[in-house]
């Protein structure tokens, strides 16, 4: 994602008070940043882009890409397959890791998953070649509508995954930056191909002592690797000791 400011001397002298500066000094504060080339005069209008190297080297590392990361919403991920080799490769550590299969409930238009009791939609990422036009943040109805196309384009390279995401922006979380999903919604756990004897024990008895032990049912799964083929399939796990059993 990328973005800009552009915005007329009224919106600039009203960004400047509200950052702290004096009332009697904007005139002077702007003609500053044109002077010093952080700000591009273009007609009416005073353009900042985060591109700018002045710009850049007077922030430091805060930015991703040409954003501020402390302005970034968070984001969960979240794909239709459970059999993906090249995801459980990048995001399971090489197979080693786990998989949460969650009950996402229909909606008109969407699927939820309910968070903090709230209606969270999973949104649909599309995928393209180019990356989308500059957000320009001064204009509240363009930022509105053009943030949340920035953070559903991925390159297309990537559309395999099949991904849909959530994003909540920091406003929106309730004490401790936590938003809880209902545990009914935790149908399943798949273990991956590699996953170790320790670690599925762990998860397994957290599993139970969070959730089937207080009559919430979870299901356990292995990847299964498919012979002669680079393919791997999901099975349910019908006996939970026999498969700890069988892991090294």
């Known amino acids: 994602m990328n973005y800009c400011y552009k915005g007329d001397e009224k919106y600039w002298c009203d960004f400047f008070i509200r950052a702290g500066v004096d009332p009697t000094k904007v005139d002077a504060t702007l003609q500053e940043n044109i002077?010093?080339?952080?700000?591009?005069?273009?007609?009416?209008?005073?353009?900042?882009?985060?591109?700018?190297?002045?710009?850049?080297?007077?922030?430091?590392?805060?930015?991703?890409?040409?954003?501020h990361s402390k302005n970034l919403p968070l984001v969960a991920c979240f794909t239709e397959k459970d059999d993906s080799i090249l995801m459980?490769?990048?995001?399971?550590?090489?197979?080693?890791?786990?998989?949460?299969?969650?009950?996402?409930?229909?909606?008109?238009?969407?699927?939820?998953?309910?968070?903090?009791?709230?209606?969270?939609?999973?949104?649909?990422?599309?995928?393209?070649?180019?990356?989308?036009?500059?957000?320009?943040?001064?204009?509240?109805?363009?930022?509105?509508?053009?943030?949340?196309?920035?953070?559903?384009?991925?390159?297309s390279d990537w559309e395999y995954e099949n991904e849909y995401r959530i994003l909540r922006f920091e406003d929106e979380f309730e004490q401790n930056n936590i938003m809880n999903y209902e545990k009914q919604d935790l149908e399943g756990i798949v273990f991956g191909l590699k996953v170790?004897?320790?670690?599925?024990?762990?998860?397994?008895?957290?599993?139970?002592?969070?959730?089937?032990?207080?009559?919430?049912?979870?299901?356990?799964?292995e990847a299964k690797e498919i012979r002669n083929k680079y393919a791997i399939q999901v099975e349910k796990i019908d006996d939970m000791n026999k498969y700890l059993d069988s892991l090294v």
């Open 88 to 155: 459980w490769s990048h995001y399971a550590n090489n197979h080693q890791g786990i998989c949460l299969r969650f009950k996402a409930k229909p909606a008109l238009d969407c699927h939820y998953l309910l968070l903090n009791s709230k209606q969270i939609p999973l949104m649909k990422v599309q995928y393209n070649d180019d990356l989308p036009d500059d957000v320009n943040m001064a204009n509240n109805e363009e930022r509105i509508d053009q943030i949340p196309t920035c953070l559903l384009t991925k390159f």
């Open 196 to 221: 170790n004897k320790k670690d599925a024990q762990d998860v397994y008895e957290t599993i139970r002592e969070n959730y089937i032990n207080k009559r919430v049912n979870v299901n356990f799964y």
């Open 35 to 67: 002077n010093k080339g952080i700000l591009e005069k273009n007609g009416n209008l005073f353009i900042l882009d985060p591109a700018n190297e002045i710009y850049r080297n007077l922030e430091g590392s805060d930015l991703h890409g040409d954003v």
